[in-house]
């Protein structure tokens, strides 16, 4: 079965400290992209950064970066220097394949409280 | 550049009633995703155009939703009639290309029904 699964319903991290926020997903497709997206308290989701699988290089975009770990199927979001902003509903998702379509499967959700 | 626009952001109705959701994708973008989020199933798709034509509505609950895109900047989410059950956030969001790719969020129409 195709699925992307979030272990950690909630993490806290210190203000300034890095976190890690554990993704793992599974599918049968040699093609797929893993999304990680932002959800603040006021409920819009964002985007932060894409990786694909064919990609060689770990995706970063300021202080996200992913830790795309393929023989794993893990995709991992790292937050460096945490800022008190940074609390939100933190999903992975992955673009997978199914019938013929595309569309994108969301996690469950971790929930990241910054502490000052 | 304005984004994913919805309206409303907030409905509230009773039960058996007819309810209309209403996105404006991102200018160029040809795409256009629906979704639910509740919490104890998380973010669903419902629905996804591409170029105006229904790609996928595998996600859609049941009869009583249907989805439409009459043009490139504008879908309408129905729900008729109305539960309990579908209380709940319901965003749309678009992206350019044929697949999915990066994908932009409206804020998010929240849906209560009594």
């Known amino acids: 079965a195709q699925k992307i699964t979030q272990t950690q319903p909630g993490m806290f991290v210190q203000e300034k400290e890095a976190v890690t926020l554990d993704c793992t997903y599974d599918?049968?497709?040699?093609?797929?992209?893993l999304f990680w997206y932002k959800q603040p308290s006021s409920g819009e989701m964002i985007f932060l950064i894409y990786?694909?699988?064919?990609?060689?290089q770990n995706a970063t975009e300021g202080r996200y970066s992913l830790n795309f770990q393929k023989a794993r199927k893990s995709a991992n979001l790292v937050i460096s220097a945490s800022q008190l902003g940074d609390s939100a509903m933190y999903f992975c998702?992955?673009?997978?394949?199914?019938?013929?379509?595309?569309?994108?499967?969301f996690g469950k959700g971790t929930k990241l409280t910054v502490n000052p | 550049d304005a984004g994913v626009i919805q309206s409303p952001r907030h409905e509230v109705t009773e039960m058996g009633q007819e309810v209309t959701l209403r996105c404006k994708p991102i200018?160029?973008?040809?795409?256009l995703f629906w979704y639910r989020q509740t919490m104890m199933r998380g973010l669903e798709l419902l629905i996804y155009?591409?170029?105006?034509?229904?790609?996928?509505d595998s996600g859609m609950p049941e009869d009583r939703f249907s989805a439409k895109m009459p043009n490139a900047s504008f879908s309408t989410l129905k729900i008729q009639p109305s539960e309990p059950r579908d209380s709940a956030v319901y965003f749309c969001?678009?992206?350019?290309?044929?697949?999915?790719?990066?994908?932009?969020f409206g804020p998010g129409t929240r849906l209560t029904v009594t």
């Open positions: 998702a992955m673009r997978l394949t199914q019938g013929g379509s595309e569309k994108l499967v």
């Open positions: 599918t049968s497709d040699p093609s797929y992209g």
């Open positions: 200018s160029g973008h040809n795409s």
């Open positions: 990786q694909g699988s064919y990609d060689q």
């Open positions: 155009f591409n170029n105006n034509v229904p790609i996928d």
């Open positions: 969001a678009s992206s350019y290309g044929q697949g999915i790719d990066e994908q932009y």
